[in-house]
């Protein structure tokens, strides 16, 4: 067993409360000091806030923090950023994000394959198109609140539809519990998914980078619906703070599971003809799950190519370092699958593997339609 990485003593002075987003300046030129300050915070907030500590190996977190806390005195913020970005690349995880201004300073090498964009050509996150019998669902992100004439559609592709595709090109992600009762509002009975229970890091380091993102997120939002549910988050954070700081919440725990052993697909039950799901590089995070939802559906296909691989880890919180402004967004919670797949960079291969330049809708209407 690899022993724990302990906290550094030079660290030992930092809380939970540092990690708090405020009084942050953004300089262009940092003093040696600031950089001290900043990198140290990072280091921190990598070790005591970083969900992905408990899943992946501690000898990375060990590198990591070795090569942070030998790092020569860097001048430049910009400069400082790609090189955080670079060394934190280590981790085998894209949601471990750092930027400056809200560009990313370093991005991992990725090999696309053009098979077409979206067919949701709207500034609205989701799309309903009815092409003869096949009813098209094109969904380019997964924001939280309600989606008003959302599960209507679904509703009238299970009555009249032949085919139903989920477009899910683009689609970086967001929430995917809407996804989620899609998947069964199709399948018209409750599903499994590939997914063993996530676990939730639960230190107060944690759940305040937490609550940085949900006020981040929260600024942003216009429907009312999203900024009550971020409101809901807020009021379970504040309670898992007080639990944290009094030692009645563990460090890690597991969410809930639905794994009944027992279970197979019923199809007598939901849609009865054919799924498709359109995927490229660009389908991410949530985007990614969604497919998972729809795993164990006999009558699914897969169109497209391998999805980023941005799935092991989620629920975003954030860090601003408080000299330089770099922000980072670090997940909190590690999500594992039942058969030990790791997919992390790799992504998701859809069943039909299209060539560069290769339209995946078009792919489909020539293969399964005309013909």
């Excluded at 519990?177 to 998947?183: C, N, T």
């Amino acid at each position: 067993m690899t022993k724990i990485y302990i906290l550094p003593n030079d660290l030992e002075n930092l809380t939970y409360t540092d990690l708090k987003v405020d009084k942050i300046t953004f300089k262009n030129q940092l003093t040696e000091k600031d950089f001290r300050s900043d990198l140290n915070l990072l280091r921190f907030a990598i070790l005591k806030a970083y969900g992905a500590r408990g899943t992946l190996s501690e000898d990375i977190f060990r590198e990591v923090d070795k090569t942070l806390s030998s790092l020569d005195y860097i001048k430049d913020t910009k400069t400082l950023c790609i090189t955080l970005g670079e060394i934190l690349s280590k981790f085998p995880d894209y949601h471990l994000q750092v930027r400056l201004n809200d560009e990313l300073c370093f991005k991992r090498e990725i090999k696309r394959r053009n098979v077409g964009k979206n067919l949701n050509d709207t500034d609205i996150h989701w799309k309903g198109i009815i092409d003869k019998d096949s009813y098209i669902i094109a969904i380019t992100s997964f924001p939280s609140g309600e989606w008003p004439g959302f599960s209507d559609f679904i509703s009238k592709a299970m009555k009249n539809a032949k085919r139903i595709i989920i477009d899910l090109r683009g689609n970086g992600g967001g929430d995917d519990s809407i996804a989620f009762r899609m998947a069964e509002q199709i399948a018209d009975q409750k599903i499994q998914t590939p997914f063993l229970s996530d676990i939730k890091r639960n230190t107060p380091e944690t759940l305040t980078i937490w609550e940085n993102n949900l006020l981040f997120m929260k600024q942003y939002f216009d429907d009312p619906n999203a900024k009550k549910q971020i409101d809901e988050y807020l009021e379970v954070n504040k309670y898992n703070l007080k639990s944290a700081l009094n030692g009645s919440l563990k460090e890690f725990t597991e969410g809930e599971t639905n794994e009944d052993k027992n279970w197979s697909y019923d199809t007598s039950k939901g849609f009865k003809g054919d799924i498709f799901i359109l995927q490229d590089k660009d389908t991410g995070s949530s985007g990614e799950s969604t497919i998972d939802f729809f795993e164990y559906f006999p009558n699914v296909t897969k169109i497209g190519y391998n999805t980023i691989g941005m799935i092991h880890f989620g629920n975003i919180g954030r860090l601003t370092l408080k000299q330089s402004g770099v922000s980072l967004n670090i997940p909190t919670k590690a999500n594992r699958y039942k058969d030990g797949r790791f997919i992390e960079y790799t992504g998701i291969e859809p069943d039909i593997v299209l060539k560069d330049g290769e339209d995946a809708y078009k792919y489909f209407v020539d293969t399964y339609v005309k013909n």
